[in-house]
């Protein structure tokens, strides 16, 4: 699955985020970000893992400056690294096609 190109486009600002601020996003992060950034292909368990961070990191929308794009939390910028919410929507939506029966 190759991301869409807004998923790309949320990656790559949280990536120059996360260098103008010095925070948010592990190494995994990082190297998803590339992934999307390139629009490289995705396997399905990319994109279960997906599926499984932003489950995971829901709570941090609710972070004291998520959103803010002078200030951003780390979560904001994590949130970015994996394809934002058009990235989470992506991922749901393949995985939802992935594991439709017989699929």
């Not at 260098?19 to 992060?29: P, Y």
């Not at 590339?34 to 995705?42: G, K, Q, Y």
């Not at 939390?73 to 029966?101: F, H, M, Q, T």
């Amino acid at each position: 699955m190759i991301p869409p190109k807004v998923v790309a486009d949320n990656a790559a600002k949280g990536l120059a985020l996360r260098k103008q601020f010095g925070r948010g996003g592990t190494e995994i992060g990082v190297a998803r970000a590339e992934e999307l950034v390139a629009r490289s292909e995705l396997s399905p368990h990319t994109i279960k893992r997906m599926v499984s961070y932003f489950a995971r990191h829901e709570v941090d929308k609710r972070g004291k400056n998520y959103g803010n794009e002078q200030n951003p939390s780390a979560g904001y910028i994590a949130w970015l690294l994996w394809g934002g919410d058009e990235g989470r929507e992506w991922a749901l939506e393949i995985k939802g096609v992935n594991s439709a029966p017989g699929a």
